[in-house]
Structures are given as structure tokens and as C-alpha cells.
């Protein structure tokens, strides 16, 4: 029987309980048996805040008490930048022929596609299933990429990693917008003054 797996990666810096309803949903609306989420190691397009060990240990808090979520350190385990093509050879190779793989990406991912490096492979090796956000407009899709992708309505919740970031900076509680054990890890942490 086939697998369908959800690989959803990001920065998750740190990740929050939007991240958590994307999986949740795609995964029901899609039938995948399981959600990965899968922190970056070195991302080409952004620049991490806390380290490439804390993001992956905010994931694992997050993700601890679902069995249908779990986290993959690969990303991390490896030198250099994380390029989402390489992350699907490898995966593609280790999980199987018996699994189709569908990538999760948000919809400012799906925005930025033609930057990324060989995005024509990706959506080759992978079923991308994009998450909707707020102020998304399809028509900013690249029409050649669109035409590849499915485009998934989730609960449409304004929570992004650099606002959480910026309320911690400055001071104002996190409560809700992260899981009580990412908010307290951040607070034993230090992380994001």
C-alpha cells in the first residue's frame, strides 16, 4: 500500500501553532498518513535567529505529543545550505518507492518558487501542496509552477515567526501563538532578545 508523507520544512523560528493547523489540515485534506517537519539547516533565502539545535528542539517540543507529526534532523545533519531539491533525492531514495512524497510549503513559498534552486525538479520529485495565507493572491504564482501545484485552504490565522521574535524582543507575551513548551524553552533560552 502507498505512503503519502508530508514533508514540511521551514526555518521555524520558531514555530507556532499556525505551523501546527497547516499540518494538521493538510494532512487531513490531502489523507497523508504522516506530517515531517523538517527545520533547515543552513537556509539560501533566510537567515535563522536561534541556532539550527534550537529551532530543531522548539519542533520537537511542538510536535511531541502527535503521533501523526514528528520531526526529521536531516537538514541539520548536513554541511552547508539546505537546498530543497537535495532534501528530495535524498528522501526519495530513503523513503521508498512505495511513498509519494508532497512538500508543504506556505504561500509566499510558492510566491518565491522561480528563486529557489531547481524548482522544475522539485516539483518533480514531490506533490507541493500549498498553504494559503493571508493576503495571497494565486495570480503572483509563477503560471508554469502553479499549473504543478495544489493549492490547499487552511484556517487563515496572521501568527508569523518574526512577529513572535519582535514580541519577545520586546517584551510582550507569547502565550497562544506557540505551544507552552516552545514558550518556555524560548524563556529558559534566552532566545530572541
Given at each position: 500500500?502507498?505512503?503519502?508523507?508530508?514533508?514540511?520544512?521551514?526555518?521555524?523560528?520558531?514555530?507556532?501553532?499556525?505551523?501546527?493547523?497547516?499540518?494538521?489540515?493538510?494532512?487531513?485534506?490531502?489523507?497523508?498518513?504522516?506530517v515531517?517537519f523538517?527545520?533547515?539547516?543552513?537556509?539560501?533565502?533566510?537567515?535563522?535567529?536561534?541556532?539550527?539545535?534550537?529551532?530543531?528542539?522548539?519542533?520537537?517540543?511542538?510536535?511531541?505529543?502527535?503521533?501523526?507529526?514528528?520531526?526529521?534532523?536531516?537538514?541539520?545533519?548536513?554541511?552547508?545550505?539546505?537546498?530543497?531539491?537535495?532534501?528530495l533525492r535524498?528522501?526519495?531514495?530513503?523513503?521508498?518507492?512505495?511513498?509519494?512524497?508532497?512538500?508543504?510549503?506556505?504561500?509566499?513559498?510558492?510566491?518565491?518558487?522561480?528563486?529557489?534552486?531547481?524548482?522544475?525538479?522539485?516539483?518533480?520529485?514531490?506533490?507541493?501542496?500549498?498553504?494559503?495565507?493571508?493576503?495571497?493572491?494565486?495570480?503572483?504564482?509563477?503560471?508554469?509552477?502553479?499549473?504543478?501545484?495544489?493549492?490547499?485552504?487552511?484556517?487563515?490565522?496572521?501568527?508569523?515567526?518574526?512577529?513572535?521574535?519582535?514580541?519577545?524582543?520586546?517584551?510582550?507575551?507569547?502565550?497562544?501563538?506557540?505551544?507552552?513548551?516552545?514558550?518556555?524553552?524560548?524563556?529558559?533560552?534566552g532566545?530572541?532578545?
Open positions: 500500500m502507498t505512503k503519502h508523507v508530508g514533508i514540511f520544512g521551514g526555518t521555524f523560528d520558531p514555530i507556532h501553532i499556525g505551523h501546527l493547523i497547516i499540518g494538521q489540515e493538510i494532512m487531513l485534506q490531502c489523507a497523508l498518513n504522516r515531517v523538517m527545520p533547515s539547516g543552513e537556509p539560501p533565502l533566510k537567515r535563522s535567529m536561534a541556532s539550527a539545535e534550537d529551532r530543531a528542539r522548539m519542533v520537537s517540543l511542538a510536535v511531541r505529543d502527535y503521533p501523526e507529526f514528528e520531526l526529521s534532523r536531516f537538514e541539520l545533519s548536513r554541511p552547508g545550505k539546505s537546498y530543497t531539491i537535495d532534501t535524498h528522501l526519495r531514495r530513503d523513503m521508498g518507492e512505495d511513498t509519494e512524497i508532497f512538500l508543504i510549503i506556505g504561500a509566499d513559498n510558492a510566491v518565491e518558487m522561480g528563486d529557489w534552486f531547481d524548482p522544475e525538479g522539485v516539483l518533480d520529485l514531490a506533490h507541493v501542496l500549498v498553504a494559503e495565507r493571508p493576503g495571497f493572491e494565486r495570480a503572483r504564482v509563477d503560471p508554469v509552477f502553479k499549473s504543478k501545484m495544489r493549492f490547499v485552504e487552511t484556517p487563515l490565522l496572521d501568527i508569523s515567526s518574526t512577529a513572535i521574535r519582535e514580541r519577545v524582543r520586546t517584551k510582550r507575551p507569547i502565550s497562544f501563538f506557540v505551544p507552552d513548551a516552545v514558550a518556555d524553552y524560548i524563556r529558559t533560552q532566545l530572541y532578545l
